[in-house]
C-alpha cells in the first residue's frame, strides 16, 4: 500500500487542520492506520491510530480531547482533525499502515507516507 499525506500548512493557536491520508493499493480496509509526528531537533512521535474497522481510536495523551481520527473506507483515506492548535504541535506529520502490531509503535508499521508539515504561531 502507498501512502500520500496532505492538509499541513500554516494556523494560528487556537486554529483546527484537517490533515488526509490517502492509500493506493489493494486492501486498504485490512489495514491500521497511525499518525505521528516529528518536531525539529526531536523524535518521531505517536499522535493517533484507528485500526482497520475503525476500532479505538487510540491517542497520545498531549492530543486527546484536541484530535480526531476517522476513516473512509470508501475512499480509502484516513483523517486526522485538529483542534485548538497549539505551537507545540509544530511539526511534520506522518501517516502509516501496518497488518499487525502495537498501534503506537512506529517500527510496527510498515508503511509511510512522505509526511505534511504543519505550523502553529503563537
Known amino acids: 500500500v502507498q501512502l500520500q499525506a496532505s492538509g499541513g500548512g500554516l494556523v494560528q493557536a487556537g486554529g483546527s487542520l484537517r490533515l488526509s491520508c490517502a492509500a493506493s493499493?489493494?486492501?486498504?480496509?485490512?489495514?491500521?492506520v497511525g499518525w505521528f509526528r516529528q518536531a525539529p531537533g526531536k523524535e518521531r512521535e505517536f499522535v493517533a491510530a484507528?485500526?482497520?474497522?475503525?476500532?479505538?481510536?487510540y491517542y497520545a495523551d498531549s492530543v486527546k480531547g484536541r484530535f480526531t481520527i476517522s476513516r473512509d473506507n470508501t475512499r480509502n483515506t484516513v483523517y486526522l482533525h485538529m483542534g485548538n492548535l497549539k505551537p507545540e504541535d509544530t511539526a511534520v506529520y506522518y501517516c502509516?499502515?501496518?497488518?499487525?502490531?502495537?498501534?503506537?509503535?512506529?517500527?510496527?508499521?510498515?508503511?509511510w507516507g512522505q509526511g505534511t508539515l504543519v505550523t502553529v504561531s503563537s
Open positions: 484507528i485500526t482497520k474497522s475503525s476500532g479505538g481510536p
Open positions: 493499493g489493494h486492501a486498504f480496509r485490512s489495514y491500521s
Open positions: 502509516a499502515a501496518q497488518l499487525t502490531g502495537s498501534m503506537a509503535v512506529a517500527g510496527d508499521y510498515g508503511y
